[in-house]
């Protein structure tokens, strides 16, 4: 075996399971914390993939890629909240088959706006030239825009682990958890929660999905794609656990990547697999929600 070729295809997996913490940081905030369950949540991801890359088509590598972390979070999320306040308020009280139900049909009205509004084309853009190179450690390349990624997933998972474990917030949602009837008693305003979690987890999709754009070609199918894969995150990681959530992304990174020396098609296989396997030794997951075993 090439070790030096399996070496760098692990940190090549790690860094894809930073960008899927990324994604899955939010979907465990709606799903495990909260109980919403959104698979337009991918749609947020591919919609800021796809005007990241106009923000650099537009402005060049640098201050493309710069404007666009700076704006098309903040878009995303107030666009998730709005979607929130409008769609997912009126279909909480039909449960999980509501939220599946009208967030399946936003997966297919985003998708076709997309195709309308950047078209069918799949694209790709360069990284910054300042990320564009290679850093050697130990006799290894590492690109600079990968180890760019990891450094934004560290602040998320520390920002997400303070917001669910430290802050007021977080004791709320807690708190939603186990009784959102009593917390509305005692004078919480229940639905502002939820949209402001929804409008965090959109923002997490939009910083996930112009990091991404740097990375690979941008199409209409990451929105299916990259939200299984979120989904399985959660899974393996446990419902509303950070830590988990970024040891599973990490796993499932590492294991898509490895498969590749040996099998040329059939990465979704390996990510299933990895699912059952540890849920054969961990039915709950690798951690269950914040604060708890």
């Given at each position: 075996?090439?070790?030096?070729?399996?070496?760098?295809q692990?940190?090549?997996?790690?860094?894809?399971?930073?960008?899927?913490?990324?994604?899955?940081?939010?979907?465990?905030?709606?799903?495990?914390?909260?109980?919403?369950?959104?698979?337009?949540?991918?749609?947020?991801?591919?919609?800021?993939?796809?005007?990241?890359?106009?923000?650099?088509?537009?402005?060049?590598?640098?201050?493309?890629?710069?404007?666009?972390?700076?704006?098309v979070?903040?878009?995303?999320a107030?666009?998730?909240?709005?979607?929130?306040?409008?769609l997912?308020?009126?279909?909480?009280?039909?449960?999980?088959?509501?939220?599946?139900?009208?967030?399946?049909?936003?997966?297919?009205?985003?998708?076709?706006?997309?195709?309308?509004v950047?078209?069918?084309?799949?694209?790709?853009?360069?990284?910054?030239?300042?990320?564009?190179?290679?850093?050697?450690?130990?006799?290894?390349?590492?690109?600079?825009?990968?180890?760019?990624?990891?450094?934004?997933?560290?602040?998320?998972?520390?920002?997400?682990?303070?917001?669910?474990?430290?802050?007021?917030?977080?004791?709320?949602?807690?708190?939603?958890?186990?009784?959102p009837q009593?917390?509305?008693?005692?004078?919480?305003?229940?639905?502002?929660?939820?949209?402001?979690?929804?409008?965090?987890?959109?923002?997490?999709?939009?910083?996930?999905?112009?990091?991404?754009?740097?990375?690979?070609?941008?199409?209409?199918?990451?929105?299916?794609?990259?939200?299984?894969?979120?989904?399985?995150?959660?899974?393996?990681?446990?419902?509303?656990?950070?830590?988990?959530?970024?040891?599973?992304?990490?796993?499932?990174?590492?294991?898509?990547?490895?498969?590749?020396?040996?099998?040329?098609?059939?990465?979704?296989?390996?990510?299933?697999?990895?699912m059952v396997?540890?849920?054969?030794?961990?039915?709950?997951g690798?951690?269950?929600?914040?604060?708890?075993?």
């Open positions: 075996m090439n070790w030096q070729l399996f070496s760098a692990v940190l090549a997996g790690v860094a894809n399971g930073a960008l899927y913490f990324l994604v899955a940081s939010g979907l465990t905030l709606l799903w495990g914390a909260l109980g919403v369950v959104n698979l337009a949540h991918g749609s947020f991801f591919m919609l800021a993939a796809f005007a990241g890359a106009v923000c650099i088509q537009v402005w060049g590598p640098e201050a493309g890629l710069l404007a666009a972390l700076l704006l979070p903040l878009a995303s107030a666009f998730g909240a709005a979607l929130e306040m409008s997912f308020r009126r279909v909480y009280a039909s449960g999980m088959w509501g939220q599946l139900l009208v967030s399946f049909g936003l997966v297919l009205l985003l998708n076709n706006a997309a195709r309308l950047f078209g069918a084309d799949a694209r790709s853009m360069p990284p910054p030239r300042m990320l564009s190179g290679f850093v050697e450690v130990g006799g290894l390349r590492l690109a600079s825009y990968q180890l760019a990624v990891l450094a934004v997933t560290a602040l998320v998972a520390v920002y997400l682990w303070y917001l669910l474990s430290r802050s007021r917030t977080g004791r709320l949602i807690r708190a939603a958890v186990d009784d009593m917390l509305g008693a005692i004078g919480v305003d229940v639905r502002r929660l939820r949209t402001q979690v929804m409008g965090i987890a959109a923002l997490l999709a939009g910083v996930a999905g112009v990091i991404a754009v740097p990375r690979g070609a941008i199409n209409l199918g990451l929105d299916v794609q990259i939200v299984v894969i979120a989904f399985a995150v959660i899974v393996i990681g446990g419902l509303g656990a950070v830590w988990g959530s970024l040891a599973a992304a990490t796993l499932i990174g590492v294991a898509e990547a490895v498969s590749t020396m040996f099998l040329n098609q059939g990465s979704e296989v390996v990510i299933f697999a990895v396997l540890v849920l054969l030794v961990r039915p709950t690798l951690r269950t929600i914040v604060g708890r075993e």
